[in-house]
């Protein structure tokens, strides 16, 4: 729902660091439940806003820090988490069923514009600005990335020679690749026409890809480049030397329709804040602490003045 970096030395000194989980069945919901952070007795300076998330962890945790954040200026706040995946998300945010959604705007390019060849942040923003239908709009992004990857362990890594995701075209139809349920459908023809790099099989391993590899379930995987579990389960994410993957810099997704002034100067706050070391200490303790998404994000705002 993302991308490639070198992240081994952030990952380590922030495997090191700090303190995540949570949400509920969005769908379901029979009435709206403002957030809990922010006075009741606040104005509605910002009206009221509609969150969504995908349905994995960080996503969930970006909209908690999007949510506490808005609430905190008075704005009312109806949270709607772990819906699924971006072809479910987008016509919900484009319809105005969603007010706010945390993307990834490479992924998102991908998703609007199959064809898009942008690489960089720059790019893909402006190439965004011509995309997006005109119901949707890319606020500022932040400096964190996370960013998709091809990652094998260190054993097959040391064994087949792999250092770039190239490497991989002279082993790939003995091995299995592993990912989120989207991932053959959005990479395949992508991987063919920018490495030419075919897979044995194609398999759904979702959060759980890390351990896929580890175990030698997969000997591939997607894991994207803020999951502590590259270094606790020491992986490898080879580079991706031909620039299959775009910058995956996170931004809000809006219904141009349902955000004023408040809430888009109270986004862009938290996006300056946001960085990827940060993202990947508060990633540490989502996936690793099992530290609770609210109890994270409160804390992330706190400590940069968003509450």
Same mark, same amino acid.
């Given at each position: 729902?993302?991308?490639?970096?070198?992240?081994?030395?952030?990952?380590?000194?922030?495997?090191?660091?700090?303190?995540?989980? +949570?949400?509920?069945?969005?769908?379901?919901?029979?009435?709206?439940?403002?957030?809990? !952070?922010?006075?009741?007795?606040?104005?509605?300076? +910002?009206?009221?806003?509609?969150?969504?998330?995908?349905?994995?962890?960080?996503?969930?945790?970006?909209?908690?820090?999007?949510?506490?954040?808005?609430?905190?200026?008075? $704005?009312? $706040?109806?949270?709607?988490?772990?819906?699924?995946?971006?072809?479910?998300?987008?016509?919900?945010?484009?319809?105005?069923?969603?007010?706010?959604?945390?993307?990834?705007?490479?992924?998102?390019?991908?998703?609007? #514009?199959?064809?898009?060849?942008? &690489?960089?942040? #720059?790019?893909?923003?402006?190439?965004?600005?011509?995309?997006?239908?005109?119901?949707?709009?890319?606020?500022?992004?932040?400096?964190?990335?996370?960013?998709?990857?091809?990652?094998?362990?260190?054993?097959?890594?040391?064994?087949?020679?792999?250092?770039?995701?190239?490497?991989?075209?002279?082993?790939?139809?003995?091995? !299995?690749?592993?990912?989120?349920?989207?991932?053959?459908?959005?990479?395949? &023809?992508?991987?063919?026409?920018?490495?030419?790099?075919?897979?044995?099989?194609?398999?759904?391993?979702?959060?759980?890809?890390?351990?896929?590899?580890?175990?030698?379930?997969?000997?591939?995987?997607?894991?994207?480049?803020? #999951?502590?579990?590259?270094?606790?389960?020491d992986l490898v994410s080879l580079q991706d030397n031909k620039s299959a993957?775009?910058?995956?810099?996170?931004?809000?997704?809006?219904?141009?329709?349902?955000?004023?002034?408040?809430?888009?100067?109270?986004? #862009?706050?938290?996006?300056?804040?946001?960085?990827?070391?940060?993202?990947?200490?508060?990633?540490?303790?989502?996936?690793?602490?099992?530290?609770?998404?609210?109890?994270?994000?409160?804390?992330?705002?706190?400590?940069?003045?968003?509450?």
């Open positions: 729902m993302k991308r490639l970096f070198s992240t081994a030395a952030i990952l380590l000194s922030a495997a090191l660091t700090l303190t995540a989980c +949570g949400g509920g069945d969005p769908l379901t919901s029979a009435s709206p439940a403002p957030a809990e !952070s922010g006075s009741a007795s606040e104005p509605a300076a +910002g009206g009221k806003v509609v969150i969504g998330s995908a349905n994995f962890p960080e996503n969930v945790l970006l909209g908690e820090i999007y949510s506490q954040a808005l609430a905190a200026k008075g $704005v009312e $706040v109806e949270e709607k988490f772990n819906i699924g995946s971006r072809e479910v998300l987008y016509d919900q945010v484009k319809s105005g069923g969603l007010t706010i959604l945390p993307e990834y705007i490479g992924s998102l390019l991908g998703f609007v #514009d199959n064809t898009a060849t942008a &690489k960089s942040k #720059d790019d893909v923003v402006a190439a965004l600005k011509e995309k997006l239908p005109a119901e949707l709009e890319v606020l500022t992004p932040a400096a964190a990335e996370d960013n998709n990857s091809l990652t094998v362990s260190k054993e097959t890594a040391t064994k087949d020679g792999l250092t770039t995701i190239e490497d991989l075209v002279k082993v790939a139809k003995n091995y !299995s690749v592993g990912g989120p349920p989207e991932f053959k459908s959005r990479q395949e &023809k992508n991987f063919k026409d920018t490495y030419g790099l075919e897979f044995k099989e194609w398999k759904k391993t979702g959060d759980a890809t890390a351990d896929a590899i580890k175990d030698g379930t997969v000997q591939v995987g997607n894991v994207f480049t803020t #999951d502590p579990k590259i270094i606790i389960n993957f775009a910058a995956e810099n996170i931004a809000p997704l809006v219904n141009k329709a349902g955000v004023n002034d408040t809430v888009r100067t109270t986004l #862009d706050a938290v996006s300056a804040k946001l960085d990827t070391a940060g993202l990947v200490a508060l990633m540490k303790r989502v996936a690793v602490d099992k530290d609770d998404a609210e109890a994270v994000a409160k804390d992330w705002l706190t400590q940069n003045g968003l509450l």
